[in-house]
């Protein structure tokens, strides 16, 4: 199974709060999580990844929560501004894929000033 | 990380018409993959282009309607063939990062068939 589920599929949050995005996954062979955030009229950037062999990674403000044995991962967004109103996309990857990158199906944020 | 230009930015395009969209990176990638983000959608993958092989199609995409070129290590074109209103999409390009993982992707290009 290749499939990545993504919820929610929006999400409204207060200036200042933790936006809260999660990710599943089937596949036991991935080996590589990012989140992308994507602008309207832009490509998705890449905002920050884990591996599995780690439970948490942090970069400033952004977090992913990795849970091995649930096969699950999760974006939290501490102290949210408007400007991180945008899509996210959780993805999986397994080099044996192919190389292919495989999507969640985003989440449409907005932060309310 | 690479830098991907991608032409055009958007096109406004009659049915039954081809579109050939362009990727230029600034570095020598190997992989360079192309996907599709219909309006409000995910990202779906169309094909994988090689230089110097025939690019691999996923499932439900076909070389005859998405033909792809890839002359060199930093170049690569997309063909959008006998456009309908379904072919209306944002395509993008995307190369691997280092070591394989922190794919880029381009601005995409913008396609709307009437």
């Known amino acids: 199974q290749q499939q990545v589920k993504q919820s929610p599929q929006s999400l409204i949050v207060q200036k200042g709060g933790i936006s809260i995005i999660n990710c599943a996954y089937e596949n036991t062979a991935f080996d590589y999580f990012p989140w992308y955030q994507q602008f309207p009229g832009k490509g998705p950037a890449l905002l920050i990844a884990?591996?599995?062999?780690?439970s948490e990674k942090k970069e400033g403000r952004f977090t992913i929560s990795f849970n091995k044995s649930a096969k699950q991962f999760s974006l939290h967004i501490m102290d949210s501004q408007p400007g991180d109103s945008a899509t996210y996309f959780c993805?999986?990857?397994?080099?044996?894929?192919?190389?292919?990158?495989?999507f969640g199906a985003g989440t449409i944020l907005r932060v309310k000033s | 990380s690479a830098v991907i230009s991608q032409k055009p930015s958007r096109d406004i395009c009659q049915r039954g018409t081809s579109l050939t969209i362009q990727c230029q990176v600034d570095s020598q990638v190997t992989m360079m993959f192309w996907y599709r983000q219909q309006p409000g959608q995910s990202l779906t993958l169309i094909a994988t282009a090689n230089q110097g092989s025939e690019a691999t199609y996923e499932s439900g995409f076909v070389i005859d309607k998405f033909p792809i070129s890839r002359p060199n290590l930093t170049f690569s074109t997309l063909t959008v063939s006998n456009m309908s209103p379904e072919d209306s999409s944002i395509y993008l390009c995307?190369?691997?990062?280092?070591?394989?993982?922190?794919?880029?992707f381009g601005s995409g290009t913008r396609l709307t068939v009437v």
């Open positions: 995307s190369v691997e990062g280092d070591r394989g993982y922190g794919y880029t």
């Open positions: 993805a999986a990857f397994n080099m044996e894929y192919g190389n292919k990158l495989v």
């Open positions: 884990i591996r599995p062999d780690v």
